[in-house]
């Protein structure tokens, strides 16, 4: 058993304005611990060894600046050297350390040296270091790109090894206005970023996925049974025959595929999930020349969230087939058939319209094509045109809105189970979370401000690995949580072991390093620290423990 000792304020003597101050360290400690107790400083070091005269390592400035992301407060990565202005700088970072070598330089030259070495090479040592000692787990790989949106012109890089392009593209985010660069990210069933590369901003969505599977695989040392799950971009015939039969992947088949289209709206029996509200089919098919499982599914809650759009679509359907009928209606047909069958074509393609009745209305018409009722001596000739009120099909409308909600989800993985399926794919929102997290309001890397195309993708990087620490250190936590039987009280009071670790940092808001000068020693104490953080900090070890002066002594 152990007790967490600490010094505290009120043991020393009166003090004064003049001998004492005091600086934030909040949750920054906390942060600072996983970093060292991943070992990502040392592997910084090994491959971007400081070889000039600067106060500070590139490690120091690297782990600055994921201080400066997971920062969660109002000051930005393009005001990096304010940020330190009221932290405990010499804590964090090491005796002599002040808020003063924090500049815009040494990010920059920091930057520069992250593209020398190439951005995705640098996250692959640290990721790999840290697989050596952590266990979390390579058994899905959640593969996904989104874009990011910047302002202003980029410089173009000069050399031949130039990675990315600033320029427009399919923006996600609906800012056709703005350039961008795009963001591939491959993370495992718990959210955790094993790989990140930065690509141009006009990069093809189809092209990225295969690339990316295949660079993990290089990579990475996998030695569990993988399957790499990505959206239906992925999904082409070339992509499933480069990867072929052993590459194990789930993804979504294009609606655009016949045979998806056929499976979406036909008539099979599906059979309730464990997983509530949803309902399963399952089924063998052929595309790219790979034998494949597909899982039709339907989701009640998807099918409710969809019926909302589609109704409020309808009105919008309805409109746009009126004037279209309008526009058929106005035309002028040489006989009856063809104007017959020109109708019925069209409601044909419109299935939630039908006609009352399809009138076909013969006019005769001037051949000199003058204005006027046709006289004895004018050669005519008969037209046709077609008429019939329009009606909504409810019965058609009904049968639409119970298709809705509904999904193809296919495999390569013939043995695996047709829910094992689905829950595996379901975990594809691991990635997409953590896009939503480096793109936050509140985490502040993610502004992009630099105006040369190769720190972008540097800084992209930096970006990546604030969420990799973040992830890892919510992941280890859990994991403490569950292993010992402890918890952790919610914002409702309620203990969990799930906790987020924005809500854990969020515990963390008082801590502060307070300083003070007693007989011309200067002596440092961290105050603030509750019953809630001590118990927190046990749980991540002594790594984390020293920024707070904690020491662990074994009771007797």
Same mark, same amino acid.
């Given at each position: 058993?152990? *007790?967490?000792? @600490?010094?505290?304020?009120?043991?020393?003597?009166?003090?004064?304005?003049?001998?004492?101050?005091?600086? !934030?360290?909040?949750?920054?400690?906390?942060?600072?611990?996983?970093?060292?107790?991943?070992?990502?400083? !040392?592997?910084?070091?090994?491959?971007?060894?400081?070889?000039?005269?600067?106060?500070?390592?590139?490690?120091?400035?690297?782990?600055?600046?994921?201080?400066?992301?997971?920062?969660?407060?109002? *000051?930005?990565?393009?005001?990096?050297?304010?940020?330190?202005?009221?932290?405990? &700088?010499?804590?964090?970072?090491?005796?002599?350390? &002040?808020?003063?070598?924090?500049?815009?330089?040494?990010?920059?030259?920091?930057?520069?040296?992250?593209?020398?070495?190439?951005? &995705?090479?640098?996250?692959?040592?640290?990721?790999?270091?840290?697989?050596?000692?952590?266990? @979390?787990?390579?058994?899905?790989?959640?593969?996904?790109?989104?874009?990011?949106?910047?302002?202003?012109?980029?410089?173009?890089?000069d050399d031949e090894f130039r990675t990315i392009t600033i320029t427009h593209g399919h923006n996600k985010d609906h800012r056709w206005d703005l350039k961008q660069f795009v963001l591939a990210m491959v993370t495992n069933q718990h959210g955790i970023p094993l790989f990140t590369?930065?690509?141009?901003?006009?990069?093809?969505?189809?092209?990225?996925?295969?690339?990316?599977?295949?660079?993990?695989?290089?990579? /990475? =040392?996998?030695?569990?049974?993988a399957y790499y799950v990505a959206d239906s971009a992925f999904y082409t015939e070339h992509n499933l025959k480069t990867l072929g039969r052993h590459t194990f992947w789930i993804s979504r088949p294009p609606a655009t595929i016949d045979k998806v289209k056929s499976l979406l709206?036909?008539?099979?029996?599906?059979?309730? $999930?464990?997983?509530?509200?949803? #309902? /399963?089919?399952?089924?063998?098919?052929?595309?790219?020349?790979?034998?494949?499982?597909?899982?039709?599914?339907?989701?009640?809650?998807?099918?409710?969230?969809?019926?909302?759009? #589609?109704? *409020? =679509?309808?009105?919008?359907?309805?409109?746009?087939? !009126?004037?279209?009928?309008?526009?058929?209606?106005?035309?002028?047909?040489?006989?009856?058939?063809?104007?017959?069958?020109?109708?019925?074509?069209?409601?044909?393609?419109?299935? @939630?319209?039908?006609?009352?009745?399809?009138?076909?209305?013969?006019?005769?018409?001037?051949?000199?094509?003058?204005?006027?009722?046709?006289?004895?001596?004018? !050669?005519? $000739?008969?037209?046709?045109?077609? $008429?019939?009120?329009?009606?909504? =099909?409810?019965?058609?409308?009904?049968?639409?809105?119970?298709?809705?909600?509904?999904?193809?989800?296919?495999?390569?993985?013939?043995?695996?189970?047709?829910?094992?399926?689905?829950?595996?794919?379901?975990?594809?929102?691991?990635?997409?979370?953590?896009?939503?997290?480096l793109k936050d309001n509140s985490f502040h890397v993610a502004p992009v401000f630099l105006k040369k195309e190769s720190r972008i993708g540097a800084l992209s990087m930096i970006m990546v690995l604030c969420l990799f620490v973040y992830s890892v250190a919510e992941w280890l936590?859990?994991?403490?949580?569950? $292993?010992?039987?402890?918890?952790?009280?919610?914002?409702?009071?309620?203990?969990?072991?799930?906790?987020?670790?924005?809500?854990?940092?969020? /515990?963390?808001? *008082?801590?502060?390093?307070?300083?003070?000068?007693?007989?011309?020693?200067?002596?440092?104490?961290?105050?603030?620290?509750?019953?809630?953080?001590?118990?927190?900090?046990?749980?991540?070890?002594?790594?984390?423990?020293? #920024? #707070?002066?904690?020491?662990?002594?074994?009771?007797?």
């Amino acid at each position: 058993m152990y *007790r967490i000792g @600490f010094s505290l304020l009120q043991q020393i003597p009166y003090t004064t304005s003049d001998n004492l101050s005091s600086r !934030q360290i909040g949750h920054l400690g906390l942060v600072a611990g996983i970093i060292d107790e991943l070992g990502i400083t !040392q592997v910084l070091d090994q491959e971007l060894p400081k070889t000039r005269n600067h106060a500070l390592s590139h490690s120091d400035i690297i782990k600055a600046m994921i201080l400066n992301g997971l920062g969660f407060n109002e *000051r930005r990565v393009y005001m990096f050297s304010r940020f330190f202005d009221n932290l405990a &700088t010499e804590q964090l970072f090491g005796p002599g350390v &002040t808020p003063n070598h924090f500049t815009d330089d040494t990010i920059l030259r920091t930057l520069d040296r992250i593209y020398e070495y190439r951005s &995705t090479d640098l996250f692959n040592k640290i990721v790999l270091k840290v697989m050596e000692k952590m266990a @979390f787990g390579t058994h899905l790989l959640h593969a996904d790109t989104t874009t990011f949106s910047v302002h202003g012109e980029y410089e173009p890089d000069d050399d031949e090894f130039r990675t990315i392009t600033i320029t427009h593209g399919h923006n996600k985010d609906h800012r056709w206005d703005l350039k961008q660069f795009v963001l591939a990210m491959v993370t495992n069933q718990h959210g955790i970023p094993l790989f990140t590369q930065p690509y141009s901003g006009n990069e093809s969505d189809k092209k990225i996925p295969l690339e990316t599977i295949q660079k993990v695989k290089e990579n /990475l =040392n996998i030695t569990d049974k993988a399957y790499y799950v990505a959206d239906s971009a992925f999904y082409t015939e070339h992509n499933l025959k480069t990867l072929g039969r052993h590459t194990f992947w789930i993804s979504r088949p294009p609606a655009t595929i016949d045979k998806v289209k056929s499976l979406l709206v036909s008539d099979v029996p599906m059979i309730p $999930a464990n997983i509530e509200g949803y #309902y /399963l089919h399952e089924c063998y098919s052929e595309y790219g020349g790979i034998p494949q499982k597909w899982v039709l599914v339907f989701s009640e809650k998807g099918r409710q969230a969809r019926e909302k759009t #589609y109704v *409020r =679509n309808l009105d919008k359907r309805l409109k746009t087939a !009126q004037k279209s009928w309008r526009k058929l209606s106005s035309k002028e047909f040489a006989c009856e058939p063809d104007a017959r069958m020109a109708a019925e074509r069209w409601f044909s393609e419109q299935p @939630f319209l039908s006609p009352e009745k399809i009138e076909v209305i013969p006019t005769v018409k001037k051949k000199n094509k003058k204005r006027g009722r046709p006289g004895k001596q004018d !050669q005519v $000739a008969i037209v046709y045109s077609v $008429a019939s009120p329009l009606e909504v =099909n409810t019965e058609v409308i009904e049968q639409e809105k119970s298709y809705l909600g509904r999904f193809v989800v296919a495999t390569n993985d013939l043995d695996l189970d047709a829910e094992q399926v689905l829950l595996y794919y379901k975990g594809q929102q691991s990635v997409e979370r953590g896009f939503r997290f480096l793109k936050d309001n509140s985490f502040h890397v993610a502004p992009v401000f630099l105006k040369k195309e190769s720190r972008i993708g540097a800084l992209s990087m930096i970006m990546v690995l604030c969420l990799f620490v973040y992830s890892v250190a919510e992941w280890l936590l859990r994991a403490r949580l569950k $292993a010992t039987g402890k918890s952790v009280k919610n914002q409702l009071k309620k203990p969990i072991q799930n906790p987020t670790m924005k809500w854990i940092f969020m /515990l963390f808001m *008082r801590p502060a390093e307070v300083t003070i000068s007693v007989n011309s020693q200067i002596r440092r104490f961290i105050v603030n620290l509750d019953e809630v953080v001590t118990e927190i900090l046990e749980l991540m070890g002594p790594a984390c423990q020293k #920024y #707070y002066f904690l020491r662990v002594t074994r009771e007797m």
